[in-house]
């Protein structure tokens, strides 16, 4: 639905920043050596750390997206071509796999090799590294997941690196298992750029107490209490996710999308009204999302007749 095509355009952006940054810091810690076992077995063959890894700081908080605590690090890396790098990890603090991993440029001469339009790999080529790196890395069976999103890299008259983006997402008949995988390859290098993983857990429709309709429901008293919005010129998309990263042990949830029609600007663009809330399908609990990336104030916000 909407909300998933604009979860895959942030991390489409967030893909094009050295160091994304996704911990909001609470704290410093040190790392666990569970957790940095999980991390050194990640790098990519032929990258050596270039840093001693007990001096470097450790932020350790909650992810904006998902809510999940994570620890944060970053450090470079010289590959065996003499090429130098910049890692950064983001490993969840819970259950220890990668959920973040980057790999930008340290020099000049990695850059201009990475920003380069004549590429050395096909798409088909890019694509068997990216699936090679996944079944190796990703904690979850590759061929359960489909191949929902290719993304060919700029026109060689675009600035910024060159990179295919291949995403991958678990599905269950007409729900979805919560398993994603975004990777981004360098057809120049054929390294791996960028790594944003989710495995889920197994839960099956057999865990869901809360229905369709209930969740619904649920999402609607709350408009309705808000005493804002026409009901009657409300669409609600709801999709069932069989292990959500937000619930009490990360069972299933009802993800519930309230739609208005767009709110037209006096320039005669357009802007989605759209409320988006996670429902628990154990306890009924209602989930908002951690960050900012799906504001409801558009929701609410009346037309340009100061209808509501």
Known sequence: GGATMRHLCAVAMALTIAAPGLVQAETYADLPQDVRDVMADFIPDGLHVTADLDQIKVRRGQNVINGRVQYELQFPATADDGTK????????????????????AGDAHTRATLVSRDFALSRE??????????????????DALELSHVSAPLSR?????????????????????????????????????????????????????????????IVRAEIEA????????????????????????????????????????????????????????????VFLLPDDMFPDRWFFTPDANGQE
Do not use: C, K
């Open 85 to 104: 790098w910049l890692l950064h990890f983001e490993i969840d603090a819970e259950r220890h796999y990668v959920a973040w991993y980057s790999a930008a």
């Open 125 to 142: 080529e890019v694509e068997a590294i990216a699936r090679s790196f996944a079944a190796e890395h990703f904690p979850r069976p590759l």
């Open 157 to 217: 008259f675009a600035g910024g690196y060159a990179y295919y983006i291949f995403s991958w997402r678990g599905r269950a008949g007409e729900a979805e298992t919560g398993d994603s995988l975004v990777m981004s390859i360098s057809p120049n290098t054929g390294g791996v750029l960028n790594y944003l993983a989710r495995p889920a857990l197994d839960f099956g429709e057999d865990d869901v107490v809360v229905s369709r309709d209930e969740a619904v429901d």
């Open 226 to 285: 808000a005493g804002r919005v026409d009901l009657a010129e409300v669409t609600f998309w709801a999709t069932l996710v069989l292990s959500h990263p937000q619930t009490n042990g990360e069972g299933p949830a009802w993800r519930i999308v309230a739609i208005r029609p767009p709110l037209v600007g006096s320039y005669g663009y357009e802007m989605d009204r759209r409320l988006l809330r996670i429902v628990d399908a154990r306890t009924r609990q």
